[in-house]
């Protein structure tokens, strides 16, 4: 599919012409037509034979062009943790816990290169802009880090200052070590309000304010948050009715739903737009619509990690804005907006039939929804004269689409998988003809790969022990109990030894030519010594792991509560008699550098 590039300047600076449809958004669809921007905005739409000169031409002959599609909930830097292994089956909560304890390892590089990935990958799926909440923030100038990423890939960004000040000793979810103190959070909030956000037309970057959950921030910095956001005249997010367990906590911590504590802390208004929405009654439907509070529709995530769907056609038809977003890649494990679409489309006909919605009610959604939601009233998800001039040119020329004539919109996304063939940013072309442009990403990828690959190896072999463990787990498996829950207890713990050693053995494979047998003879001896195992696994696997070239290079160290990596007899090291007291008993035999001790 050519770009073709004219001598003269006269005319817009970038045309896209000859699309098999254009899609507006702006009350029209024209086959046939054409779009041009000049200066970063749309300067002209029109039917075949009107085109003006320009000084760049795409050719979108076997394409549909529409707006770019504009992402509402993200947690970028969680694509250092995509399908990680250890927490693939597990529900919300222990999904959570697991990953607070990797996610605390968070820098400047590692926000910086997770962003560049992250952001390219959007792109690629036809996604021009995007918000993100980075709620963790064991370092300073996180949120700065990514700003620098986009602002060099040329991408629109709404970054928002995501936080945690609720620790687990205070009563809430997150350990100490990825919470900050009230006053703290908010004079970095006005920091970065004040250093990077743009109220105008067209503003590339925008901040919005973002206490992370009920479970994980106090209502004193809700409210005291709402009030700057106010002063500020800023955007105020957060997640809202994402699980069951998020109900329970509310009702048992501040004795109201989820819905009245939202309301009491002063975010029920047109300022603010909430993540997933999953469980709300009927009533509070009604609530988030008159208050026209927006709402971030999750579709992979919440398929992943929810029990429900949300009731999105409800939500529209209340009043509320809703947009469209992918969420974090540790939950979704992927970035693609466009499949975030498909699964909206196919999610709503499941929960309310066939006629619930279409193809061209989630382009609503994913564009105009989701500028609602970001407070954008500058002609962002459309194109019109004066809007931002982000486009996205569809292939539907592939194999794919072969047979589908009759609707282009419909065939766009019922038919694919589809990547953008263009994806055009405040006029510059962010991907052409399916290739990322920026001289970056190479670069980007290498570290990218470096961080994760040393989180996840040196962090998979402990997150089991380190992570607390559900009461509804924690089963007696001392040998004063007996029968069928002894057993189960005992068959549990067994297949986690198996897995402990599995997961050593192959983390160790990268690092040394000794190591990988080495463990693999320790497994096998431990399964052949399950008492001893269930104790001492953890603990061994690890100190053999520092034989390897990490330790030489300092990245990995352990401190050991004794001498020996061999536990003593004492009455206080015995063996723990239950899942909850082992995991405690062995966490407190070793920890990560830069953690602190659970």
Known sequence: MGVTTCSTRSGVDLLVRDADVLVTMAGGEIPGGWVGISDGVVSGVGKPGTEPAAAEVISANGSLVTPGLINTHHHIYQNLTRSFAPIINADFWEWLTTLY??????????????????????????????????????????IDAEIKAARELGFRFHPTRGSMSLSRKDGGLPPDEVVQDDDEILADSERL?????????????????????????????????????????????????????????????????????????????????????????????SRLGGWRTGIAHCPSANSLYSKS?????????????????????????????????????????????????????????????????LGREDGLGMLRVGAPGDVVVWSLDEIAFAGAHTDLVEAWLRCGPVRARHTIVNGKLLVRDGVPQSDMLHEALVAHRRI???????????????????????????????????????????????????????????????????????????????PSCRRQLSTRCCAMRVSGPMAASGKLSFTFAGKSERPSTTARDKEPRSASTLATWVAGRFQLPGSAQP
């Open 101 to 142: 304890k990797v996610w605390a390892r968070l820098d400047e590089e590692a926000v910086y290169v997770s962003t560049v990935v992250g952001l390219t990958e959007l792109a690629l799926g036809g996604c021009t802009t995007t918000t993100d909440h980075l709620y963790v923030h064991p370092r300073s100038n996180l």
């Open 452 to 530: 994760s690959r040393e989180w996840q190896r040196t962090v998979a072999p402990l997150v089991r022990a380190r992570a607390p463990v559900p009461a509804r787990a924690a089963h007696s498996v001392g040998r004063g109990t007996s029968g069928p829950e002894q057993q189960a207890s005992r068959a549990g713990l067994d297949h986690e030894v198996d897995r402990a050693a599995t997961r050593c053995r192959a983390m160790t494979t990268h690092d040394s030519p000794h190591s990988g047998p080495t463990l693999a003879r320790l497994g096998d001896r431990e399964r052949r010594r399950r």
């Open 193 to 285: 309000v004040k250093t990077y956000h743009d109220p105008n037309a067209g503003a590339m970057v925008r901040i919005a304010l973002a206490p992370c959950s009920p479970f994980s921030v106090t209502p004193a910095l809700m409210q005291r948050t709402a009030e700057l956001a106010d002063r500020l005249d800023v955007r105020l997010h957060t997640h809202l009715l994402e699980d069951p367990g998020e109900l329970s906590y509310c009702r048992r911590t501040f004795g109201c739903s989820s819905m009245e504590h939202f309301e009491q802390v002063g975010w029920g208004s047109d300022r603010a737009w909430v993540a997933h929405c999953v469980y709300p009654t009927e009533a509070e439907v």
């Open 309 to 373: 769907i949300a009731p999105v056609r409800a939500l529209r038809k209340a009043g509320a804005p809703v947009g469209l977003g992918c969420d974090g890649s540790s939950s979704a494990d992927h970035a693609s907006l466009w499949l975030e679409a498909r699964t909206a489309l196919l999610l709503a006909r499941v929960k309310d039939g066939p006629a619930a919605m279409n193809a061209r009610d989630v382009l609503e959604i994913a564009t105009i929804g989701s500028a609602a939601c």
